[in-house]
């Protein structure tokens, strides 16, 4: 099993960043890839970013390509995601998910292709 935490999230004016930290505990996160996803109210999970159990390679939505990115530090268990020039149409809660990917070098974009989730963290763009 592995627990997840999100943290980070809050309110900020559009043009804003936010940092939103992802713990894990249970399991090492070596074994994983993670992502980042979104829920707004009324809409699905979409995907925003992923990044590989190694960190070489990631990937993002073209809607927050070029603002946000995502990084992780396997020795500290944690995932980040930095989000710059934030917009109100970012505004949604933000989910941590983690995939079991021992062997495999894929980045998952569905929400039902990861093993875990965290709780989210709601992030508020005003303009």
């Known amino acids: 099993q592995v627990q997840l935490v999100e943290s980070g999230g809050g309110p900020v004016q559009a043009g804003g960043s936010l940092r939103l930290s992802c713990v894990a505990s249970g399991r090492t996160l070596r074994w994983y890839t993670m992502g980042w996803f979104r829920q707004a109210p009324g809409k699905e999970r979409e995907f925003v970013s992923a990044?590989?159990?190694?960190?070489?390679?990631?990937d993002h939505a073209d809607s927050v390509k070029g603002r946000f990115t995502i990084s992780r530090d396997n020795a500290k268990n944690t995932v980040y995601l930095q989000m710059d020039n934030l917009k109100p149409e970012d505004t949604a809660i933000y989910y941590c998910a983690a995939d079991y990917a021992l062997g495999s070098s894929r980045i998952p974009y569905q929400p039902k292709d990861y093993d875990y989730w965290g709780q989210g963290t709601q992030v508020t763009v005003s303009s």
């Open positions: 990044i590989q159990r190694s960190g070489d390679s990631s």
